[in-house]
């Protein structure tokens, strides 16, 4: 947890868009955390927020299954916000009443304030607000006032001055709520008086403090993969205590074009850290030789990582650390309503890896979100092509290559994929689109250049735009631009000559196709 003192307390009652309440109150720069509906008083104490905001649900308080905290929220003598859900469980809990009969209203409706002052202070009357909920609220419960409505929500926002407990029926944490921010805002800094400011600088100031008392004199040992979590991590640590910090990159073969080399350069140049590249290529390949299966392989890729990581660690004999770049969406104990998800594949990045090499674990981003490392990164000086990449997977080009894998095949994928993200890039379109690469299919076809017949391979080329990768649409590439990209690997790349676009959302695709 940060040394930081004012803070806002996020209860999860189960919503998917409760990660969202609490990206916002970051955004407006007051550190918050998300905890079960179900954890103890004593845990919540001990958090010790200046406030409480109580998320949405997809259950109903009526059913039987209802989320419901287990203890009195309403007389820790902290201020209260419940949105929708939230809104409900004040109505139930304090006897008023909610209908379980109303219609069910999903969508954008216009606010009517009926009093401007604390939550809604500087809200325009009639300001758009997004409402997605079955149950309403038919009756406050008794001290409660009305001060919103909609056309048809007659109760859309409540609240008890004395009591110091707020509603809302609509969504303040979505985008479609145009003036959410700022609710919540006065939510936060108003009505609990958060004052403190939690920003990249003072997540920065705070975390090298706290680094350098935790790691004393150890070693610690950081497996670099060119993405941006580790990187973040790896400089941030590196500030903290300096060359104590040993950073590894295991070159499997399967990286994009020149990216060990630019990690390697970016480390040195910028930030004159050392870091260890281990050229792994054969044995990966050797090991992936005649695999087809994409779960063999992203097996196989995981357990040849975690050999190489472990045996350039054991030369490190005073390593007590291992630092790692997860983030809080990783760290959220989640209440899911359908239980555990199933595995759809089996992610690879260094998972199992503490545990046998015996070390601590580092992990200063556990209660970041991805934007956040970002703004970390800038802060550190990290340059911004970098932080911007698009992510990139742990198995890398092995799981891009479908079928069998071989290094003519990564070699031609490297170009077909380097030219792809250069063109995307000169179109100006890089960071409208969440991520981008090419795919080598194991497809031939017969083509004619010049005046000859040829039979190559094909190339697929994808990209997506989503938030989270959890969902994703694919992105409507201009024509123009699809063409460049096509002539241009189809003219450079010999042995691609076809390519196609990918036009598939996730779901009912995944965002690699492997
Ligand atoms: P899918 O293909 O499951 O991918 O729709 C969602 C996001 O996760 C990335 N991905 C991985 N990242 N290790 C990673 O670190 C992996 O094994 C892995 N597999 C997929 C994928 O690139 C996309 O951003």
Not at 9 to 33: H, K, M, N, P, W
Not at 136 to 156: K, M, Q, R, V, Y
Not at 285 to 314: C, H, M, T, Y
Request: proline share 5%.
């Amino acid at each position: 947890m940060q040394n930081i003192n004012e803070k806002i307390l996020i209860l999860d009652f189960g919503s998917q868009v409760t990660q969202l309440i609490a990206r916002r109150v970051r955004e407006i720069g007051v550190y918050c955390e998300i905890l079960p509906f179900n954890s103890s008083v004593e845990k919540v104490k001990d958090f010790n927020p200046k406030g409480i905001i109580l998320g949405g649900s997809p259950h109903s308080v009526y059913s039987e299954t209802a989320p419901i905290p287990k203890f009195d929220v309403f007389s820790l003598g902290l201020p209260v916000l419940g949105i929708c859900y939230g809104l409900q469980l004040i109505a139930y809990t304090l006897e008023g009443n909610v209908d379980r009969a109303a219609k069910r209203e999903f969508g954008k409706a216009l606010l009517h304030i009926k009093n401007n002052e604390d939550i809604f202070a500087g809200v325009e009357q009639d300001s758009q607000v997004w409402m997605s909920h079955g149950d309403s609220l038919t009756e406050p419960p008794a001290g409660f006032e009305i001060i919103a409505t909609t056309d048809n929500s007659p109760l859309c926002a409540v609240r008890n001055t004395e009591r110091q407990i707020w509603g809302v029926q609509f969504h303040p944490e979505v985008h479609h709520t145009l003036q959410g921010k700022l609710i919540l805002e006065n939510f936060v800094r108003n009505i609990c008086k958060c004052t403190e400011t939690w920003s990249a600088e003072s997540f920065i100031e705070n975390e090298i403090k706290r680094i350098k008392e935790l790691v004393g004199d150890d070693e610690v040992i950081c497996g670099l993969s060119g993405g941006v979590d580790s990187t973040v991590a790896a400089v941030l640590i590196h500030r903290a205590i300096g060359d104590q910090l040993k950073c590894i990159h295991v070159d499997s073969g399967l990286m994009r074009l020149n990216e060990s080399e630019e990690i390697d350069r970016l480390f040195k140049e910028n930030f004159n850290m050392n870091i260890e590249v281990v050229n792994a290529e054969e044995l990966f390949l050797g090991e992936l030789n005649g695999v087809s299966d994409p779960e063999r392989k992203r097996k196989i890729i995981g357990k040849a990582f975690i050999d190489v990581f472990d045996e350039s660690a054991q030369k490190l004999k005073n390593a007590k650390w291992l630092a790692q770049g997860t983030l809080y969406p990783d760290v959220i104990e989640s209440v899911s309503v359908n239980g555990p998800s199933a595995t759809i594949k089996s992610h690879h990045n260094v998972g199992g890896l503490p545990e046998k090499m015996g070390l601590k674990l580092l992990e200063p981003f556990r209660e970041l979100f991805k934007d956040e490392v970002r703004a970390v990164g800038r802060k550190l000086g990290i340059p911004e092509w970098f932080i911007e990449r698009h992510p990139f997977p742990g198995p890398g080009l092995g799981i891009r290559i479908l079928g069998e894998v071989s290094k003519e095949k990564a070699d031609l994928l490297r170009k077909a994929d380097a030219i792809y993200i250069e063109e995307i890039r000169k179109a100006g379109l890089y960071n409208d689109i969440w991520q981008a690469f090419a795919v080598l299919l194991p497809v031939k076809s017969v083509g004619v250049m010049g005046d000859e017949r040829t039979y190559e391979f094909t190339c697929a080329v994808r990209a997506v735009t989503s938030t989270d990768g959890m969902t994703a649409d694919w992105f409507p590439m201009p024509y123009d631009v699809l063409a460049n990209i096509s002539s241009r690997i189809i003219n450079e790349v010999r042995g691609i000559n076809r390519v196609v676009y990918d036009i598939t959302s996730k779901p009912p695709g995944t965002i690699e196709w492997e």
